[in-house]
């Protein structure tokens, strides 16, 4: 199977870039995300970049399961994935996020300048303190819902 074009490693090698446009079926968008795994893992890329904005159909409830699922096996903890949509497919981006138990590993923008911001101000942080919270969160697990937009409100 070949690459999917619209998939590619950006500059600096750090992350990975998914561009979808038009009708994106079920059945390719799994295939990408098979892809992106791939190669994310060929390369050590825990950060992702997708950009969804040009997606006009092809996704129904169901098919947003299936993916949901297949994105939530094989997220990997210290992986970040930043979806930059448009106003109109907030509330189904968000839905995603639910349907895939994503925590902060996974954030929804409107803007391609803030996700890429997020994922940088993220590949700042230490694993060491990603770990740390992660054990924290595992010992309390007090608050199930996952904090919303971390880290990116503190522009003062």
Request: charged share 20%; glycine share 8%; with cysteine.
């Amino acid at each position: 199977g070949l690459v999917d074009p619209r998939i590619r490693v950006g500059a600096g090698g750090e992350v990975l870039e998914a561009v979808f446009s038009a009708d994106v079926p079920a059945a390719e968008a799994l295939r990408a995300l098979s892809q992106a795994s791939v190669l994310a893992e060929a390369g050590g890329i825990a950060h992702a970049f997708c950009d969804v904005r040009e997606v006009d159909g092809g996704l129904t409830h169901g098919s947003l399961q299936v993916i949901a699922a297949s994105f939530h096996g094989r997220s990997a903890p210290d992986q970040r994935v930043a979806v930059v949509c448009n106003q109109r497919q907030l509330p189904l981006a968000r839905h995603f996020a639910r349907l895939a138990q994503a925590g902060e590993e996974f954030g929804v923008f409107t803007r391609d300048a803030d996700a890429r911001a997020w994922l940088e101000s993220v590949r700042a942080t230490s694993l060491a303190e990603t770990a740390l919270r992660h054990m924290k969160a595992i010992m309390s697990a007090a608050d199930p819902v996952p904090a919303v937009s971390v880290g990116h409100r503190n522009s003062a």
